[in-house]
């Protein structure tokens, strides 16, 4: 299990670091130039394309066996992600808790937790 864990938290790091690089452009020159959901529709498969390239490197500098070891680091990334997005970004926008899922209840916040599914998916998907 602490391959896994070492796994999720190298994980989450590079793709939260990632979509802090791409976030801002996101946000500020595409969302308000072509609207927030086709912004994240750009956007999301970047994000999600690094993370099918990083994946591997990092399941086999953490030695994470194939099958369902895989599947709990994707779902422990996904935890630590949320966690990340919830402390980090929800301030940087002035949300709360409640203005946050009100959110993921608009068309752009399920584009987004759809992303989440996916990145959570990636590492039992991706082979070594």
Do not use: K, N
Request: aromatic share 10%; with cysteine.
């Amino acid at each position: 299990m602490i391959h896994e864990l070492q796994g999720a938290i190298l994980y989450v790091l590079a793709a939260f670091g990632m979509g802090f690089l791409l976030g801002p452009l996101r946000e500020f020159v595409l969302a308000p130039a072509i609207g927030p959901i086709l912004a994240l529709a750009l956007e999301l498969p970047l994000l999600l394309g690094f993370c099918a390239w990083i994946a591997p490197r990092i399941l086999r500098r953490c030695r994470v066996p194939p099958g369902i070891a895989r599947l709990r680091l994707g779902l422990l990334a996904l935890a630590l992600l949320v966690a990340l997005e919830f402390s980090l970004g929800v301030p940087l926008r002035g949300w709360d808790l409640s203005a946050w899922l009100a959110h993921l209840a608009t068309p752009p916040g399920l584009v987004t937790l759809l992303g989440y599914l996916i990145f959570a998916l990636i590492p039992r998907w991706v082979r070594t």
